[in-house]
């Protein structure tokens, strides 16, 4: 009979075990009381690996959250809604507390939880990364008023307080859901999430932040919507066509919204959809990885968006493109064709920064042979084929009436350039 009674206590324990091991799935009805749904002791909560929340969740409730960041491997928020909350900072104290608002995955609010393996957003969700507005949102929710707090970020360096960095160390992340909802993604959300291995970025998203998958290692699948760069709900004026039809760069300035994709070198596979106008400045930025890219015939500006991509080999540009930007540091390319809608190229002192600011256009593009220019193009800028040292010949159109300084700087000496205007019948390389 005590043996008896001894195998039913075994048992009973390991229920409670197999218990808490297993699904977690909690419901609230008021913001804050996740804490009071969730086993008392600590190591009880030590043992829950995936959690399933429904209903609304304050800063309160994300501390909670925090605090299994030692072992919860699955999140899934798809049910719930975050709500705003004034009072309890989920992160920082003083002038760097966190606070929730309403349907916003916040600045670093899941930042450093290295156990997780998937998360699942909630199906509200707009915006990754606070807003400088406590309601960004109009009355209907259909425009979203304000800007991103601290969205400018001019390093890949997430220890620091650039704004967002929402998963930022995350660094066993391999699956994230993102909502349908989504406008926004911050800076650095997802910076150093190593075993993030595909994103699908989803339609209606109109902006990312600079550095957003800083150096996602094993990233090599990534779908772009065509919504990114649009201004359909965001107010951000550099998203709006007034600042596109004025200005070089889509978005303004590489410190708010440009490498993207900083150093995702494993990254292979980039589907750009239909529709998308333009990419961010070096979205792209050193992505080795890259042999070839199909760019739809709706981007107009690629604003360096391939900078240093030396793996890539063959390009074709779209007829409707009107601003190249820089191809710097693509030592793979051999050849390429400029469409004839482009009329400028960018002067070595305004390629992108991240390069020497002294590069041009197709500055150690060491494997170039051969490059159609554009028949309406009016100048051959500064630095633009410095070190192209396998360029054979290129031809000149017309309509060029400038040669600038050092544009075929250590080119392979009795390689010949034509030009038929008289101004410049030859150019020794």
């Given at each position: 009979?005590?043996?008896?009674?001894f195998y039913v206590s075994v048992c009973m324990v390991l229920v409670s075990i197999l218990s808490i091991n297993a699904q977690t799935s909690v419901t609230l009805t008021q913001a804050g009381t996740l804490?009071?749904?969730?086993?008392?002791?600590?190591?009880?909560?030590?043992?829950?690996?995936?959690?399933?929340?429904?209903?609304?969740?304050?800063?309160?409730?994300?501390?909670?959250?925090?605090?299994?960041?030692?072992?919860?491997?699955?999140?899934?928020?798809?049910?719930?809604?975050?709500?705003?909350?004034?009072?309890?900072?989920?992160r920082g104290t003083g002038s760097t507390a966190n606070y929730t608002q309403n349907d916003v995955i916040g600045d670093y609010m899941f930042y450093g939880m290295t156990a997780l393996t998937k998360v699942?957003?909630?199906?509200?969700?707009?915006?990754?990364?606070?807003?400088?507005?406590?309601?960004?949102?109009?009355?209907?929710?259909?425009?979203?008023?304000?800007?991103?707090?601290?969205?400018?970020?001019?390093?890949?360096?997430?220890?620091?307080?650039?704004?967002?960095?929402?998963?930022?160390?995350?660094?066993?992340?391999?699956?994230?859901?993102?909502?349908?909802?989504?406008?926004?993604?911050?800076?650095?959300?997802?910076?150093?999430?190593?075993?993030?291995?595909?994103?699908?970025?989803?339609?209606?998203?109109?902006?990312?932040?600079?550095?957003?998958?800083?150096?996602?290692?094993?990233?090599?699948?990534?779908?772009?919507?065509?919504?990114?760069?649009?201004?359909?709900?965001?107010?951000?004026?550099?998203?709006?066509?007034?600042?596109?039809?004025?200005?070089?760069?889509?978005?303004?300035?590489?410190?708010?919204?440009?490498?993207?994709?900083?150093?995702?070198?494993?990254?292979?596979?980039?589907?750009?959809?239909?529709?998308?106008?333009?990419?961010?400045?070096?979205?792209?930025?050193?992505?080795?990885?890259?042999?070839?890219?199909?760019?739809?015939?709706?981007?107009?500006?690629?604003?360096?968006?391939?900078?240093?991509?030396?793996?890539?080999?063959?390009?074709?540009?779209?007829?409707?493109?009107?601003?190249?930007?820089?191809?710097?540091?693509?030592?793979?390319?051999?050849?390429?064709?400029?469409?004839?809608?482009?009329?400028?190229?960018?002067?070595?002192?305004?390629?992108?920064?991240?390069?020497?600011?002294?590069?041009?256009?197709?500055?150690?593009?060491?494997?170039?042979?051969?490059?159609?220019?554009?028949?309406?193009?009016?100048?051959?800028?500064?630095?633009?084929?410095?070190?192209?040292?396998?360029?054979?010949?290129?031809?000149?159109?017309?309509?060029?009436?400038?040669?600038?300084?050092?544009?075929?700087?250590?080119?392979?000496?009795?390689?010949?350039?034509?030009?038929?205007?008289?101004?410049?019948?030859?150019?020794?390389?």
């Amino acid at each position: 009979m005590k043996l008896k009674h001894f195998y039913v206590s075994v048992c009973m324990v390991l229920v409670s075990i197999l218990s808490i091991n297993a699904q977690t799935s909690v419901t609230l009805t008021q913001a804050g009381t996740l804490s009071s749904k969730l086993p008392a002791s600590e190591a009880d909560r030590a043992k829950i690996n995936e959690l399933i929340i429904n209903g609304p969740l304050n800063g309160a409730d994300i501390l909670t959250i925090r605090a299994l960041a030692g072992t919860l491997k699955i999140l899934n928020l798809k049910e719930a809604n975050i709500v705003e909350d004034k009072v309890t900072s989920y992160r920082g104290t003083g002038s760097t507390a966190n606070y929730t608002q309403n349907d916003v995955i916040g600045d670093y609010m899941f930042y450093g939880m290295t156990a997780l393996t998937k998360v699942v957003l909630p199906k509200t969700v707009w915006s990754i990364g606070t807003w400088s507005k406590d309601n960004p949102w109009n009355e209907e929710k259909t425009q979203v008023s304000g800007d991103p707090k601290k969205s400018d970020a001019s390093s890949d360096d997430d220890t620091q307080y650039p704004g967002c960095s929402s998963f930022a160390r995350c660094v066993n992340l391999q699956e994230i859901e993102l909502p349908s909802t989504l406008l926004w993604i911050g800076p650095k959300a997802f910076s150093y999430c190593i075993k993030l291995t595909s994103i699908s970025i989803p339609e209606g998203v109109e902006a990312m932040g600079s550095y957003t998958f800083n150096k996602c290692q094993e990233l090599a699948t990534v779908s772009i919507p065509s919504s990114l760069g649009t201004a359909k709900k965001l107010t951000l004026y550099n998203l709006r066509d007034e600042h596109f039809n004025n200005d070089n760069n889509y978005n303004g300035s590489s410190s708010s919204f440009g490498f993207t994709f900083w150093e995702c070198t494993k990254l292979t596979n980039v589907t750009l959809n239909d529709g998308i106008r333009r990419l961010a400045p070096n979205m792209f930025y050193g992505c080795t990885g890259i042999k070839t890219i199909n760019l739809p015939s709706s981007i107009l500006r690629l604003n360096s968006a391939l900078s240093y991509c030396s793996g890539l080999t063959a390009l074709k540009l779209p007829d409707g493109l009107t601003q190249t930007g820089s191809f710097v540091g693509c030592s793979g390319l051999k050849s390429l064709v400029i469409p004839n809608g482009v009329t400028s190229l960018p002067d070595g002192r305004e390629v992108s920064w991240g390069a020497d600011y002294q590069d041009g256009c197709f500055t150690g593009c060491t494997s170039l042979t051969s490059v159609t220019l554009p028949n309406q193009l009016n100048k051959i800028p500064t630095r633009c084929f410095m070190n192209c040292t396998a360029l054979a010949s290129i031809t000149i159109p017309n309509t060029v009436t400038d040669i600038n300084g050092y544009a075929f700087y250590t080119c392979i000496y009795n390689h010949r350039t034509t030009k038929t205007n008289q101004k410049y019948p030859s150019v020794n390389l």
